[in-house]
């Protein structure tokens, strides 16, 4: 997906082999090493051809062999969740500046922290709540949910939200970013929605232009946690029921604790959607002085100029003016 959009905004791609050490097994691992050793190497000759002036990294093990290969470059590394993996603790080492997107995660790391906040794309703020509304053909007296799962999608979020759509749509508008893999579930199911549920309800398998309008337009969304949640809905203050990916070691759920503990969201288990996602979601529908009370919380950790303060650590450290 992110060769994608690169190439998608015109900008030069170019892919390494790499693969993950941690919690592979001892039959993986030879093969894994190999892949890394071809990676540094591919990476030596991109450093080679390319001659850059600073490296930006945001973590993973696709990272380290650049971090390797390019160790005499000035390097920024880019934290995004609250606490970082083991890859971003490895990348801190050659790493001459860290950004993070919140202050509490300055504690991980002993070198020059900067924090940045999370930077979000140009265009994704410019949409207005009226002009939002009207691109996705919904209507302005009744409150918008958000569903969405992350760039793939989440089936368990997928799953308990069709079992209970045609009771949040008596109370609600829904607009649904499903992702491709149960899209055509999805699609069979919006198929059997009477008229009025129909006209109240928005699929989508992945949206990229008017992520932004999907934003604008929702008074509160149900949503993973992600790295993304800490920069988009602070940007919006948009109130939010939180579902930390089970299978994502602890980084989603510290991050949805960490707006959570600012009371700008609340949290479900993946485990207990079925049965807690409905409750909860009408109980903030029908509380608008409580979602109020989270939409303040919530903007009041945006960091809009982010991507600027992101840019300007990089321009500072390869030689430049910000």
């Given amino acids: 997906m992110e060769a994608e959009l690169v190439k998608r905004e015109g900008i030069r791609y170019a892919s390494i082999?790499?693969?993950?050490?941690?919690?592979?097994?001892?039959?993986?691992?030879?093969?894994?090493?190999?892949?890394?050793?071809?990676?540094?190497?591919?990476?030596?000759?991109?450093v080679r051809e390319f001659r850059p002036d600073v490296l930006l990294l945001t973590g993973g093990y696709l990272a380290a062999p650049m971090a390797v290969a390019a160790r005499a470059v000035p390097t920024v590394l880019y934290v995004p969740d609250i606490e970082p993996g083991l890859a971003?603790?490895?990348?801190?080492?050659?790493?001459?500046?860290?950004?993070?997107?919140?202050?509490e995660s300055q504690r991980y790391f002993s070198k020059k922290v900067v924090v940045t906040g999370y930077p979000v794309r140009p265009g994704l703020g410019g949409w207005t709540r009226k002009r939002a509304r009207t691109a996705l053909k919904l209507r302005d007296d009744l409150p918008v949910l958000l569903a969405a799962g992350g760039s793939k999608g989440a089936h368990s979020i997928n799953q308990a939200l069709?079992?209970?759509?045609?009771?949040?749509?008596?109370?609600?508008?829904?607009?649904?970013?499903?992702?491709?893999?149960?899209?055509?579930a999805v699609a069979a199911m919006s198929s059997k929605l009477t008229k009025?549920?129909?006209r109240r309800y928005r699929p989508f398998p992945y949206v990229h232009e008017k992520m932004g309008a999907a934003l604008a337009a929702a008074?509160?969304?149900v949503m993973r946690a992600g790295a993304s949640v800490l920069g988009e809905l602070p940007l919006f203050g948009l109130p939010a029921v939180l579902v930390p990916y089970p299978h994502a070691w602890r980084y989603q759920r510290l991050n949805a604790e960490h707006l959570a503990a600012h009371k700008a969201a609340v949290i479900?288990?993946?485990?207990?959607?079925r049965?807690?996602?409905?409750?909860?979601?009408?109980?903030?529908?029908l509380s608008p002085r409580r979602?109020?009370?989270?939409?303040?919380?919530?903007?009041?950790?945006?960091?809009?100029e982010a991507a600027r303060e992101l840019a300007g650590q990089l321009q500072e450290l390869g030689g430049q003016r910000p």
């Fill in 291 to 304: 979602r109020k009370s989270m939409h303040a919380a919530m903007r009041a950790l945006a960091r809009p």
């Fill in 219 to 221: 008074d509160m969304a």
């Fill in 162 to 184: 069709m079992a209970i759509l045609p009771a949040l749509l008596k109370l609600t508008q829904v607009v649904h970013i499903t992702g491709q893999g149960d899209w055509d």
């Fill in 196 to 198: 009025l549920e129909a």
């Fill in 88 to 103: 971003l603790k490895f990348l801190a080492r050659f790493a001459d500046r860290i950004a993070v997107t919140s202050a």
């Fill in 17 to 46: 082999p790499a693969a993950g050490l941690h919690g592979v097994g001892l039959r993986q691992l030879p093969r894994n090493l190999f892949q890394l050793g071809r990676g540094i190497g591919a990476s030596a000759q991109l």
């Fill in 268 to 273: 479900i288990r993946d485990e207990d959607l």
């Fill in 275 to 285: 049965t807690e996602l409905l409750p909860v979601v009408r109980k903030l529908l």
